[in-house]
């Protein structure tokens, strides 16, 4: 019998540790922790994940403001707001979220968030910290995947970690993650992407697979190893509804623990971002 990796039922665990640190924080130093989120257009789906971020954010005991800016806002402007957060002491995290419209550019933008309250940890300095292994912020997906392992108890030491998908948000970051000493890392990683040969051989060697190509339903069973952890990063809207990246039904018979899709992986990123809002806060 297979494990299925409970996400929804963690987050909320996690959420009610994060309430409790919240509340101890805020009676020792009088500071609510407070996270700015930026909203450059009309996107339903990013009005959508910003909603949630700012409900979770109230659930917690946490402080939010949301900036709606229009569709047409300038890179200068965007970058003025950015620039007044950086320097608001009250505003602890601040979040750009994305997709920004065609003429800003989305890297000049995370670059000027200040990487003392770049909760999602795109800024190039925390990106080079992670990998250094002194991390500042953790990107919440990412994060999210590893406290799922430590919490479950899946050794990720010595282990053969098979990452399918390389983008700068979910595939690279656990890379390097995972490759760090310590605990829930360790381990011996290999990071697959379109231009990988041979791919079901390479990602049948692996103890724990993790998957975020956004393609549905692609990982099937021969190409999980017998016995292997398998966590589905991702989210496609089909006609049968949200699947994953992995043949759930088709695929978890072969595996030891494996995430659903929904109530995996995704239920557990927004309760990261959480965490990275009261580090901010903290100063640590
Ligand atoms: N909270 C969450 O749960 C969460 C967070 C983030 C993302 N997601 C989901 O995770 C999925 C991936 O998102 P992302 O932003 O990480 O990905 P992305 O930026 O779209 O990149 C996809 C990656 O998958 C690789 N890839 C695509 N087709 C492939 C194939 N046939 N074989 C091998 N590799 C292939 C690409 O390779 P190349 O680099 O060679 O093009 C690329 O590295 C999406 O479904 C997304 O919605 C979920």
New binding site residues.
Partial sequence: MTTILNGKELSRTLRSEITQQVSEFIQKTGITPCLAAILVGDDPASQVYVRNKEKACAEVGMKSQLFRLPADTTQEQLLELVDELNHDDSVHGILCQLPLPKQINEKVILDAVSADKDVDAFHPVNVGLILQGRPRFLP??PF?IQEMLKRYGIETAGKHVVI????????KPMAAMMVQRGIGADSTVTV?????AN?PSITSQADILIV????PK?VTPEMVKDGAVVVD????RTEEGLV??VDFEAVQAKTSAITPVPG???P???TMLLGNTLKAAQGK
């Fill in positions: 919440c997906t999210g399918l998908g390389r983008s700068d948000i979910v595939g697959c992407h379109s231009r990988t791919l975020a190509i956004g393609k692609f990063v991702g989210i496609n994953g990246d995996g992986v995704g557990l990123t927004i």
